[in-house]
Structures are given as structure tokens and as C-alpha cells.
T-cell receptor, first 114, second 111 residues
Framework: ETGVTQSPTHLIKTRGQQVTLRCSSQ?????VSWYQQALGQGPQFIFQ???????GRGNFPPRFSGLQFPNYSSELNVNALELDDSALYLC?????????????FGPGTRLTVL | EDKVVQSPLSLVVHEGDTVTLNCSYE??????LLWYKQEKKAPTFLFML????IEKKSGRLSSILDKKELFSILNITATQTGDSAVYLC???????????FGGGTRVLVKP
């Protein structure tokens, strides 16, 4: 157990809807990264938040947005859902900045878009 | 753009066999290479490698990095059915803000 939690576990939405996924980081960690993992593929980096600021973004459109709170928990919001957004969404927490720290993953949220 | 390629895509072995998983990478300003094991959902951390030629070991698992040839291997000896999983390799560049993953190697260990 990494101490990283995510909610909800599963979610079913329809095309065009909006979704919010949540992540609580491991105690002492100030950085949260979000990844999308399609079936049969490796995780793909969406973005990272460090001390409440976005700290890097992957090749995802602006309808993927995020937020980090003062307690370092984080949200991932996806607007105008598309069928291809169906995936496992993973968050990972770490001690960011200049520290070479490992990213520890939560159990993920399985999103299905119909 | 950073890139990670893992091979083989999948393999099936019997308990007691040894497996070797390969990971080759291209990354701007290499910072570290990580191995994760993914059974159902959460990838669980196995190793972080930063220096060439230094083997990291944890029980029956070991890994080594070659920064000159840009690859790493993960070895599992005396495999058990509990080793069945997808093994993911990832690299971190100098920005330190993202991991670039390979597609994973699916390992099935049969009794």
C-alpha cells in the first residue's frame, strides 16, 4: 500500500459529459502527477502539480484540466468526454522539487465513456 | 521526444524458470529509469536506477542499467505464479516532472 488513494474506483459516463477524478497524495508528498492508461498500453503522462502549480503537461488537449489543493490532494477534470477517454486514470505522488524521489501510484479510477 | 521500448511484448514461463525483460530508451538529459510491476491497477515500484553497471537486487528480482547503450534489464529468477503481471519500464528526464513509460511486458508464470 502506497498511501495514495483515488476516487471513485469506477465511473461510467456518456459522450459529452464532464467528469472529476480525485487523488489524495501520500503523507509528506507535495507533488501529484496524473497518467492515462489505455487498455494494453503503458501509462501516458497528462500533467503534474507541484505545490498547487502546474509543473509540466503532456500531449493532452485543454479539456483535460487539473487542480491541486493546499493539502496537496488533486483533481483531474475532463470536459466534453469522448469515447477514447475510456481508460484507467492513475495518479502518483512524490516529493518534488530537486529531490530525486520515486513516484508512488494510487489504485486508479476506471473510466468508461459510452 | 522521450521514448521507451520494452521487449518482449509478452512471455509465458513455468514456475522455477528465469525471465529477462528488456527496456531500451531515448531521453533528453537522463535522470533515472524505473521498473514497476502492475498486477491489476496500481503499478507498484520495484527499482530506481540512476548509475550504470550497478545491479539493484530485491529478493529474486534484480535490475541493471547501461547508460552508454541506453538500456536496462530486469531479471526474475525462480519465478512463481505470483510474479505474473505486467512489468513497466519508465524513464525520467532532467525536467523531473514526468515519467515516460514503455508499453510493458506481460509475464505469465504457469504452475
Amino acid at each position: 500500500e502506497t498511501g495514495v488513494t483515488q476516487s471513485p474506483t469506477h465511473l461510467i459516463k456518456t459522450r459529452g459529459q464532464q467528469v472529476t477524478l480525485r487523488c489524495s497524495s501520500q503523507s509528506g508528498h507535495n507533488t501529484v502527477s496524473w497518467y492515462q492508461q489505455a487498455l494494453g498500453q503503458g501509462p501516458q503522462f497528462i500533467f503534474q502539480y507541484y505545490r498547487e502549480e502546474e509543473n509540466g503537461r503532456g500531449n493532452f488537449p485543454p479539456r483535460f484540466s487539473g487542480l491541486q489543493f493546499p493539502n496537496y490532494s488533486s483533481e483531474l477534470n475532463v470536459n466534453a468526454l469522448e469515447l477514447d477517454d475510456s481508460a484507467l486514470y492513475l495518479c502518483a505522488s512524490s516529493l518534488g522539487g530537486t529531490t530525486k524521489d520515486t513516484q508512488y501510484f494510487g489504485p486508479g479510477t476506471r473510466l468508461t465513456v459510452l | 521526444e522521450d521514448k521507451v521500448v520494452q521487449s518482449p511484448l509478452s512471455l509465458v514461463v513455468h514456475e522455477g524458470d528465469t525471465v529477462t525483460l528488456n527496456c531500451s530508451y531515448e531521453v533528453t538529459n537522463f535522470r533515472s529509469l524505473l521498473w514497476y510491476k502492475q498486477e491489476k491497477k496500481a503499478p507498484t515500484f520495484l527499482f530506481m536506477l540512476t548509475s550504470s553497471g550497478i545491479e539493484k537486487k530485491s529478493g529474486r528480482l534484480s535490475s541493471i542499467l547501461d547508460k552508454k547503450e541506453l538500456f536496462s534489464i530486469l531479471n526474475i529468477t525462480a519465478t512463481q505464479t505470483g510474479d505474473s503481471a505486467v512489468y513497466l519500464c519508465a524513464v525520467e528526464g532532467a525536467a523531473g516532472n514526468k515519467l515516460t513509460f514503455g508499453g510493458g511486458t506481460r509475464v505469465l508464470v504457469k504452475p
